[in-house]
Every structure is written in C-alpha cells, then in structure tokens.
C-alpha cells in the first residue's frame, strides 16, 4: 500500500455561491484512495484560498516537502484545479515531483501521473484549463472596453459621471473637482495635500450603490486623489 498525502481547497467566491465543499472533497479523495490500495498519511486543507499564488499556501508547500523527504509516494486531488491555476507551474512542479518518485492523483480526471498516459492526460487538461481562462478574461476584456468606449456603466459609476439609465452622463459639480484636483496637482501640490484640501471643503468621494443599498462617499486618500487625476 502506497503513502500518499491528500491537499483540498475551497476559495472564497466557492464557498459564497455554496460550491465544492472542503468536507465533499475529502470524502471522495479517501473513497478513491481505498478503491485504489493508498494509505492516506497526512491531509491538509486551505479554506478561503485561491489557487493563483502557490507561495502563499503553506499547506501545499508541507505537503511538498513530505513528497521530497520521501515521506508520501504521491499527492491525490480531488481537481488539479484543486492544486494548480498556472500551466506552467503544473507542468513543472508535476515533472519536479516525478523526479522523487511522486505520483500525482485526480479523483475526478482519473488521473495517476505514474504512466505515460496519465501524464498526457494531465498536461491536456491543464493546458485547456488555462486556455479557457484566457478565452473568459479575453472577452471580459473586450466587453467592458465596448461598454466603456460607448458610454455605458461597467463598474461603479467613475467620479465625475452619473448613472442614467445604464450610460454615463457628465456630472458638472464632480467634472469641477477633477478639474481643481488636476490644477492643484499640477501647481506641485502633494496628493496629500489635495487629499486634505477636498475633506476640509467637505467633498465626498464617489458614493455607490442604489435606494436603501447606497453607500454615501467618505474621505480623500492619496490613492484616491490619484485614481481621481488619472
């Protein structure tokens, strides 16, 4: 019976909308292992985390070291996606680990990385897996440019414009602020010192949101004073 280790995660916008439970995955990840003889040695588990970073992970990089110190045999998953959101980091971190020995497992892909096969299907899917991420980011991309270059709101209404029916009409008060802040910044002043000049005058920043949701605007910061000059 081969040691393995186990790794599952749940990010934040997962749990919001009540996706793959943490309890569902390790559920089907000690099912799979007890079909496929695997002694489960050590489960770890990121709530709340997303998958695009692996440095700020620690559990992941536990599990690592085990696999290096030759403590575990393999890494099962109950979804790459689970593991991995960077194609390059799955390919080599996968090559890395089969250098020790270390077999990675998918429950759901029915992926064993310890044959030839498997390591094909694996690089297959997490080379779709990133294409159809650029393909969403590609055309969320595109659509907010042809709202913003039409006139239409794709965000929170910016500074200086209202929402009307969903397009942006110029806000002549708000217009005369930016104006001011772009004079001011242009005489030398510091955005600090813009930032202190708008809450001494009383002027809020953009509030947002509508009827019993709407959040009033609050104070100037630096940040702020540049999103607004820019």
Not at 169 to 187: C, D, K, Y
Not at 193 to 199: G, K, M, S
Request: negative net charge; contains cysteine; proline residues 2%.
């Amino acid at each position: 019976m081969k040691k393995v280790g186990a790794y599952i995660r749940v990010s934040t916008e997962e749990q919001a909308r009540g996706g793959v439970s943490l309890e569902m995955q390790e559920a089907k990840i000690l099912a799979y292992c007890k079909v496929y003889d695997l002694d489960v040695m050590y489960l770890t588990r990121d709530e709340g985390v997303s998958a695009k970073d692996m440095t700020h992970r620690p559990h992941v990089q536990s599990l690592f070291d085990l696999a290096y110190k030759g403590e575990i045999e393999g890494i099962v998953v109950y979804k790459t996606d689970r593991l991995f959101r960077n194609r390059i980091d799955a390919l080599v971190t996968e090559e890395e680990l089969r250098d020790y020995g270390i077999a990675l497992h998918s429950v759901t892909e029915h992926i064993d990385t310890t044959t030839a096969m498997g390591r094909h299907i694996f690089a297959i899917i997490v080379s779709q897996a990133a294409f159809e991420r650029e393909l969403i980011a590609e055309r969320t991309r595109d659509a907010l440019r042809h709202k913003r270059d039409t006139g239409c709101v794709y965000n929170h209404t910016p500074y200086g414009f209202d929402n009307v029916d969903g397009r942006l009409v110029s806000n002549l008060f708000e217009q005369g602020i930016i104006t001011e802040a772009r004079g001011l910044r242009a005489s030398g002043w510091t955005l600090q010192a813009i930032a202190d000049h708008l809450n001494e005058q009383e002027v809020p920043t953009k509030g947002y949101g509508q009827g019993e949701r709407r959040v009033q605007g609050g104070k100037w910061y630096p940040q702020s004073v540049k999103n607004l000059i820019s």
